[in-house]
């Protein structure tokens, strides 16, 4: 019977040392805000996007080479949207190929009104393979200026010369 008890005992210790253990992976929509490892490489495993707050968001847009999109409708779009921002709706990932986005490992910020788009953008873009894949969640906490049209700014990829809405 004792030998029971400090098998039980042994068993529970294994399974809290290897629970505490999985914690520290970082998981789809994780906060981890870092991005780039040391190496240059985005730090996210594969299959995985960071959920990035808008002041980071701002900060990469700042630095350059990313590029941002809106997940959101035409008229959402038309009514306000981030500069620099292109329109890639939400409904049309996955369905057919993305033109305005060809390079699927250069890293991305993705945004919608909320966030629950933006989110479903994400999980879209890394089943089709894309690796670099960062949701700022939604416009309405977005504190920096906005821009109304049809059309952005310049993309901040510049490879992307594509920048009429759908």
Sequence with gaps: MQQVKIAAVALLAVLVLCSCGAGSQPSAGGSAPDGQSSSGESAQPAGTYQKITPQQ???MIDAGGVTLVDVRTAGEYAQGHIPGAILVPNDIIASRPLEKLPDKSAPIILYCRSGSRSKQAADKLLAIGYRQVYDMGGIIDWPYDTVT?????????TADSEVSAL
């Design 149 to 157: 049209g049809g059309e952005s700014a310049p993309p901040v990829n």
């Design 57 to 59: 968001g701002r900060e």
